[in-house]
């Protein structure tokens, strides 16, 4: 296992006092990535001024359904966790019945039936609607559809809008993220950090790989090699997409591999499953002492690879907070007839989780929400 104790005094301080990245976009076009400012710089723009849709809780209970994007990926289960922590607190708070439902599709690959979800939890009229989504220009339409006939309906991690934007406020109450464009910047910090203190020379390339093409989430690629390249010799390479197969993100890395070998220094996975190919093609090849490897997002796959030393360091966003806020404020939304935020869309700082801090109370919490679970 490579020795990275020197790093949080390194950078992790600074680094966790960076704003955060948001998850909807306004194109299409994977190349296109819409541009996002710092999130103190876009609440002074997007703010709730204007009531929101009003819903009653006649017989003392709200209907909320959590229309996920993906059943079976633990980051959505994480963000689950936390809205049904959310749901006994409200009840125990308010003294009132949640009767809280969960739909959608097995993968986020699966972008027509999450739409489908989505309009049929519309049909079944709850009072709320908690979601996040792959495909914001498709989702638009429904969600606006959902506040015209009264259902509050909030967004966690990837949304309708990017942080600056203010185009779709009337199409959902609240906007609870990370910016994308952070947790690039900070995974590229962390990577010439740790390749200072594994003593890895800057020179050589470093691989990138992903899940999918999705314009809002890019930034998370490009501020990465952004950074690196502007502070080191060091080539990035092109990212690889493997939408969200395993199978694929760990043939991607192999590939990788066996092309540039020694040259090959560092490898940046940005999202969990990405990880977790990694974590298996560098135990595999059995060079997790020759490069520096950095995923985002949790699961135990990656985890225990954080454990085992075949991931160095997990860029992990607060999956259970956004959930948690998410479903509190659609609660409070319904009982005060109005937004309680001051601002619509509201970014959660992402933190760096090594295999020194990792088994502190509060980045295990961060990295396994399980252990929250109520």
Not at 117 to 138: H, M, R
Not at 177 to 182: E, G, M, P
Not at 226 to 243: P, R
Request: aromatic fraction near 6%; charged fraction near 20%; hydrophobic fraction near 40%.
């Amino acid at each position: 296992m490579k020795r990275m104790e020197k790093y949080l005094a390194l950078g992790l301080v600074g680094m966790m006092a960076m704003s955060l990245t948001a998850c909807g976009g306004k194109t299409s076009e994977p190349a296109a990535a819409p541009e996002e400012t710092p999130a103190a710089e876009a609440e002074t723009e997007t703010g709730t001024e204007t009531e929101a849709p009003t819903a009653d809780a006649s017989g003392g209970g709200y209907d909320i359904i959590w229309v996920t994007c993906s059943t079976e990926s633990e980051f959505w289960q994480y963000q689950q966790i936390g809205m049904e922590n959310a749901v006994a607190d409200m009840e125990a708070e308010h003294g009132i019945d949640i009767n809280f439902t969960t739909v959608g599709p097995a993968t986020e690959a699966e972008t027509e039936a999450y739409i489908r979800a989505f309009e049929n939890a519309i049909a079944s009229k709850p009072d709320a609607i908690i979601s996040a989504t792959q495909v914001p220009d498709s989702t638009r339409s429904v969600s606006k559809d959902a506040m015209d006939q009264g259902i509050i309906v909030n967004f966690t991690n990837c949304g309708l809008e990017t942080l600056d934007s203010t185009e779709y406020s009337d199409c959902y109450n609240q906007y609870y993220t990370t910016v994308s464009a952070d947790i690039g910047d900070m995974a590229g910090e962390v990577m010439l950090n740790m390749l200072d203190e594994a003593g890895i020379a800057k020179e050589g390339v470093i691989a990138m790989e992903f899940s999918n093409v999705n314009p809002s989430l890019q930034p998370r690629m490009d501020n990465f090699k952004a950074y690196v390249e502007a502070n080191s010799d060091i080539e990035v390479l092109d990212t690889l997409y493997n939408n969200n197969d395993l199978a694929q993100a760990q043939a991607d890395i192999e590939n990788q591999i066996a092309t540039y070998g020694e040259k090959l220094i560092g490898i940046y996975g940005a999202n969990n499953t990405s990880g977790d190919g990694i974590a298996l093609a560098v135990e595999n090849a059995n060079i997790a002492d020759k490069v520096i490897t950095i995923g985002v997002d949790s699961d135990p796959t990656e985890i225990q690879a954080l454990e085992d030393g075949f991931i160095d360091c997990i860029i992990v966003q607060d999956a259970y907070g956004q959930g948690y806020a998410a479903l509190k404020n659609a609660v409070e939304t319904l009982i005060q007839g109005k937004n309680p935020e001051t601002e619509q869309k509201i970014a959660m700082p992402p933190v760096a989780v090594t295999t020194t801090n990792m088994h502190e109370d509060e980045y295990a919490a961060m990295l396994d929400p399980t252990l929250l679970k109520k």
